[in-house]
């Protein structure tokens, strides 16, 4: 296509995609964003949850972070180095990421272990950290 077009084509394929989601999620003020890199998806979604949970995280950086240190939980089905990946990404050091175990029984193998989860979230909330975010599947890793 020429680029008018594409651009056209595009831009209504976004705002189509995105008037579903919200509509389907029922979050009425939504993006969509795409990456052909499918982990930057997820590092732009940690940096607004970053920003969200500590408002002054743009002005002062890493010293907002400091007196109450973030934790990320990534489910221990996800693809290997996701983690680190997220992490040197946001430019956080690795004791701020949190492996949650699966379950394995009944031929569950990536089901996360939802009561070491919530043990995992109240030892850091007991500890002085702040969770922040969330990484598990719907289905399994590969889809």
Do not use: N
Request: net charge positive; hydrophobic share 40%.
């Amino acid at each position: 296509l020429e680029p008018y077009h594409l651009k056209h084509f595009t831009h209504k394929i976004l705002s189509d995609t995105t008037m579903w989601l919200s509509r389907l999620f029922r979050f009425p003020d939504t993006s969509a964003f795409f990456h052909e890199e499918e982990r930057e998806g997820l590092v732009r979604v940690c940096r607004l949850a970053l920003h969200q949970r500590y408002p002054k995280f743009a002005s002062d950086g890493y010293e907002a972070l400091y007196p109450r240190p973030p934790v990320f939980y990534v489910s221990a089905a996800c693809k290997l180095g996701l983690g680190q990946y997220l992490c040197a990404q946001l430019g956080l050091p690795l004791s701020c990421l949190c492996s949650v175990p699966v379950k394995t029984s009944y031929g569950l193998v990536h089901k996360m272990d939802v009561v070491a989860l919530e043990k995992l979230i109240e030892d850091d909330k007991s500890s002085g950290k702040t969770p922040v975010l969330i990484v598990a599947y719907a289905g399994t890793p590969i889809v």
